[in-house]
Structure formats: structure tokens, C-alpha cells
């Protein structure tokens, strides 16, 4: 019994070192794990962040246009039968740039001038029956019924007259109008009319713009705080290459195309508008200073359940941790960042998409 009692007392033990045993294996991989991890950190790629005062630059692609131009066309229209200004050409003012068929003015005109004659004769003899018609009364031999009769003949032939004289002027303004002239100096910019052409009263036959006066015409996508651009210098390039002029930005349209660009315009002085042609391509450039704030790059971004992300390193572990951020505006190689991170803190660029939560990295020197 003695014996029997001893070895039951035996098993016990055993099956506490089996168990202990098994408990000794999940922490010595694990420990193995520590281990081999330690021994082989993951490489990244770090910045430090850091607040900074940066600017906002906008590459903008345009053409020069004309700043004053207008249309030019016939009053009364008609049959062209010639037109001597081609687009590109310089005109002066007073220059003869199109005419249309003046048959019918010319007609019109001199039956205003036939009618002017006649209402002229008959204001003549009705005068000359008034004077008479004051003489006879003055001598007693008339009366006065006569002399008002002769008047009032004499007024109305008065009242012809003027009517006529006024429709000739008319005659001789539709006769000029026949010819189109340059009020001022200018370039045909466009031409819209060939001999033999019929055109309608007010119908163009060409654009012509001043000769000094010259602007810069942007379309540009409608981006946050396009507006604050309104005032600030813009440097003009032409696109085939040349001297570049700083000038200022004088329109930004607040109405949005249906192709969702907005009309930006910088107005060039008269002396240096000649340094451009009209249709010119060129490329201006505006730098707006920003305020003061933390700008990360592109590839530091990551996202966790909440949003965007990045993984911060812990320089006394080597250890990150995956912080959600407030990003501000996304940028094409950068990011700004609005919460999140302050001055200091060391975030990883390359080799995010290896990581995890309390992974142990090693910062790769930069060659």
C-alpha cells in the first residue's frame, strides 16, 4: 500500500512539466521572433516635418488678344464690290477698306438734290409774292388778306425747303456710307466679307483692333482661391521662346464656362504691347506666397480606418505608429496638412507598404 501511494504521488508532477512545457512555446517563438526582428529591422525612407512658408505657383497657357476691337460693317448694306484690307494689314484712319454698289445712293442723292432745287425755286417765288403782296397794301392798293395769304405760302415753300435740304443730307450720308473707312488706326484682325458678297445693314465684313492696346487671355481650370490672383504680377512668356514681360492681372471672370475653365486676363501696357502679335501663344506664371504650415510628400501618405494617415517613427524605439491627419490640399507631389503633426515629428516616405503598428524599422542613409 506503502508503494502503491508513492507512485501515485509520481504523477501529479508529470503532467505539471507537460503543461508547463507547453506553455514555454508561444512565448519562446515569440521570443525567437523578438529576436530574429531585432536582428533584421525593416528600411525605410524618413522626413523630418518641419512648418514652412511656401508659395502656390500657376503655369497658365494663353494668346494675346487685342485689348480694344470692334466690327466693322455697312450701315445700309448692299452688293460688295470690293474689299482692300486683308487680315494682318495695318490701316490708318480714313483708309478705304471695302465698298458695296453705290447705283442706288447715287440715284437717291441726286433726286434729293433735284428735289432741294425745286423746294429752292419755289422758296424763291413765294417770296417774291410776299414782297410784292407787302408793297401793294403799303401803297393801298392791296389788302391785307392778300399779304397774310402770301405769306403763309411764302413759310410753307419755307418749310419744303428745309425738308428737302435734310433729305439730302440723308442722300449724302447713305452715298458715303457706301464706302467703309478706318475711324482710327488699327490691324484687320479678321475678314469676313469677299466682292460680291450681299451683305445686311450692321453686318461685319472684318474685325479690326487697336494697334498698342494688347492683353493676355487665360482659360484656366477653376481652382480653389483662383480670385486672390486678381492684382498679383503675372510673367508672360512667349510659348516659342523669347524676352519675358511682368505685367498684372487685371479680370478673373466669376462666371464658369460649360467647360469649367474661367477667363483670366492681364492687361500690357501700350508702349509694350508691340513686343507681342495678336494670336500670339504665350505662358505666364504666377507664384502667391501662402501662409505657414506643414507641407508632406505624396509619398508619406497612407490611411487607416478614419482617412488619410501616415506612419510615424518613434527615433527612441525605432518603432512607428500609424497617426490619422486633417490634410488641407492635395497638391500634384505634395500634401498639405491642416492636424495631425507638429515640428519634429519623423514620418516615413518609403517603404510604408510593408508596415504595421510597432514594426521596427531602420532609416536608410540617403546617398
Known amino acids: 500500500m506503502a508503494r502503491g501511494v508513492r507512485q501515485g504521488r509520481r504523477r501529479p508532477p508529470l503532467r505539471a512539466l507537460v503543461v508547463l512545457a507547453g506553455l514555454s512555446l508561444p512565448f519562446a517563438g515569440q521570443a525567437q521572433a523578438q529576436s530574429a526582428e531585432t536582428v533584421t529591422p525593416f528600411p525605410v525612407s524618413t522626413v523630418t516635418v518641419e512648418t514652412t512658408t511656401h508659395a502656390q505657383e500657376y503655369q497658365l497657357t494663353g494668346t494675346i488678344a487685342a485689348l480694344d476691337s470692334y466690327s466693322a460693317g455697312f450701315r445700309d448694306g448692299g452688293r460688295v464690290i ?18 458695296v454698289d453705290p447705283t442706288q445712293a447715287q440715284a437717291g442723292f441726286n433726286s434729293a ?77 479678321e475678314r469676313t466679307a469677299e466682292p460680291g458678297q450681299v451683305v445686311g445693314a450692321g453686318q461685319p465684313i472684318g474685325t479690326l483692333a487697336s494697334l498698342d492696346g494688347r492683353e493676355a487671355v487665360f482659360y484656366v ?64 506664371r504666377i507664384v502667391l506666397d501662402q501662409p505657414p504650415g506643414i507641407t508632406i510628400p505624396w509619398q508619406a501618405l497612407n490611411a487607416d480606418a478614419s482617412g488619410p ?9 525605432n518603432r512607428v505608429a500609424l497617426r490619422p491627419i486633417t490634410v488641407d490640399e492635395y497638391h500634384s507631389k505634395t500634401v498639405d496638412v491642416a492636424e495631425g503633426l507638429k515640428d519634429g515629428d519623423i514620418i516615413v516616405t518609403g517603404g510604408s507598404h510593408a508596415l504595421y503598428p510597432d514594426r521596427l524599422v531602420a532609416v536608410k542613409e540617403v546617398p
Open 221 to 284: 481650370p477653376n481652382v480653389r482661391d483662383l480670385m486672390n490672383v486678381k492684382g498679383e504680377d503675372v510673367t508672360l512668356t512667349p510659348l516659342e521662346g523669347g524676352e519675358a514681360l511682368t505685367v498684372q492681372v487685371t479680370e478673373v471672370s466669376p462666371v464658369v464656362a460649360p467647360n469649367g475653365t474661367v477667363t483670366v486676363k492681364a492687361e500690357i501696357p501700350a508702349g509694350q504691347g508691340r513686343l507681342y502679335t495678336i494670336g500670339e501663344a504665350v505662358v505666364g
Open 309 to 317: 494617415a501616415v506612419w510615424v517613427l518613434d527615433p527612441a524605439t
Open 113 to 189: 438734290q433735284a428735289s432741294l432745287d425745286a423746294a429752292n425755286a419755289a422758296l424763291v417765288q413765294a417770296q417774291q409774292a410776299r414782297d410784292r403782296a407787302a408793297s401793294l397794301l403799303e401803297r393801298g392798293s392791296g389788302t391785307q388778306a392778300d399779304l397774310d395769304s402770301a405769306t403763309e405760302s411764302f413759310l410753307t415753300a419755307q418749310a419744303s425747303r428745309d425738308q428737302a435740304k435734310a433729305r439730302l443730307e440723308a442722300a449724302r450720308q447713305t452715298l458715303e456710307d457706301t464706302v467703309l473707312t478706318v475711324l482710327r488706326d488699327g490691324i484687320i484682325t
Open 82 to 99: 470690293s474689299v482692300n484690307a486683308d487680315v494682318g494689314d495695318v490701316v490708318r484712319a480714313g483708309d478705304e477698306i471695302a465698298a
